[in-house]
């Protein structure tokens, strides 16, 4: 099982970045697959997630009107489309996903799979 995280980059405060997390190995379709980042000195934190069975998004409030999840089962990858983005979201973003959802979505010890991270940097 592998994921492959793509679409990192430097990008001026107020601008937008799309990253991909594209899954392999198996079905991820009934799969929560979600995105964590982390900045240097901090602790790794929860951004968004997609619940597989009912597709419902749930977002840290940080995020929340600014960043969107969806996926595209025909290709078995998640998005993140970050827009407005601001130097505080600078950090390296991981792709993550685990077989079934759990209430505790916003930890990052209940996932099993993790995609290598990717650089998002927001200069102000």
């Known amino acids: 099982v592998q994921l492959q995280v793509s679409g990192g980059g430097l990008v001026q405060a107020g601008g937008s970045l799309r990253l991909s997390c594209a899954a392999s190995?198996?079905?991820?379709?009934?799969?929560?697959m979600g995105w964590f980042r982390q900045a240097p000195g901090k602790e790794r934190e929860f951004v968004a997630v997609?619940?597989?069975?009912?597709?419902?998004?749930y977002y840290a409030d940080s995020v929340k009107g600014r960043f969107t999840i969806s996926r595209d089962n025909a290709r078995n990858t998640v998005y993140l489309q970050m827009n407005n983005l601001k130097p505080e979201d600078t950090a390296v973003y991981y792709c993550?996903?685990?077989?079934?959802?759990?209430?505790?979505?916003?930890?990052?010890?209940?996932?099993?799979?993790w995609g290598q991270g990717t650089q998002v940097t927001v200069s102000s």
């Open positions: 993550t996903a685990r077989p079934t959802h759990n209430a505790q979505y916003w930890d990052a010890k209940q996932y099993d799979y």
């Open positions: 997609f619940r597989g069975s009912t597709r419902a998004t």
């Open positions: 190995g198996r079905t991820f379709n009934g799969y929560t």
